[in-house]
């Protein structure tokens, strides 16, 4: 079974709808992040959370929200999604405490299209 | 704040060919470096990484060394294969947020039979 999951996988939605992308964990870090990968752009911040009561904006987080429903659950939302937050999401995670502090595992990620 | 500058692709190279990846970096202090590859409709995973200068990281025939005096820390395989084919990704945490990580445009890498 995969350690951190995603759901949906591929989603189409249309501009101004309401969207939440869900990313679940089992490796039991205390710190997950969002990302977006765009073309050409690699991959960039949205959002990062250190534990439940720790959530912080990324690099580029106008547009979007984020919860953090328990250790395992990040979601994050589009309010009124907009054709260009068009791209591949992807949910990570780490662990402060193990050998690997800094590494990061990531998700499969979903393919959201805004039309 | 810490930066990464990565070789552009795409990459095009035959079965058995000695590839480079060139990527340098802007940071405080002297965080690790990572690469991360991403192949064909997964998610980025992590290829190897190196946590102080002169660190040498390895994986699957890969290697990164962690040069201070250039900032630099560009991937080599002596000899790429067909599945090696992927995109890679050089990267560094944040500065200001910690440990989240700060990816360089990506690099993609076809290989041919």
């Known amino acids: 079974d995969a350690d951190v999951t995603q759901t949906p996988r591929n989603r189409i939605t249309k501009t101004g709808k309401r969207i939440m992308l869900e990313c679940s964990q089992t490796k039991g870090h205390d710190r997950m992040y969002w990302y977006r990968q765009d073309p050409g752009l690699g991959l960039r911040l949205i959002y990062y959370?250190?534990?439940?009561?720790?959530?912080n904006k990324g690099e580029i987080s106008d547009g979007y929200s984020v919860s953090r429903q328990a250790q395992a659950k990040f979601s994050l939302s589009l309010e009124s999604a907009i054709p260009n937050q068009t791209a591949l999401y992807f949910c990570?995670?780490?662990?402060?405490?193990?050998?690997?502090?800094?590494?990061?595992?990531f998700g499969p990620g979903t393919r959201l299209t805004v039309l | 704040g810490n930066s990464v500058t990565q070789m552009e692709g795409p990459v095009t190279l035959s079965e058995e060919a000695f590839l480079t990846i060139n990527c340098t970096y802007t940071a405080t202090g002297y965080p690790s470096l990572f690469w991360y590859v991403q192949y064909p409709g997964e998610g980025l995973q992590l290829l190897l990484k190196a946590t102080k200068a002169d660190d040498k990281g390895s994986n699957k025939g890969f290697e990164a060394t962690y040069r201070k005096e250039t900032t630099s820390f560009h991937l080599e395989k002596g000899s790429v294969q067909v599945s090696d084919s992927a995109v890679y990704f050089c990267?560094?945490?944040?500065?200001?947020?910690?440990?989240?990580?700060?990816f360089g445009k990506g690099t993609t890498l076809s290989v041919s039979s």
């Open positions: 990570a995670t780490s662990d402060p405490t193990g050998a690997s502090t800094d590494t990061q595992y």
């Open positions: 990267a560094l945490p944040s500065h200001q947020a910690g440990t989240a990580l700060i």
């Open positions: 959370s250190f534990d439940v009561k720790d959530i």
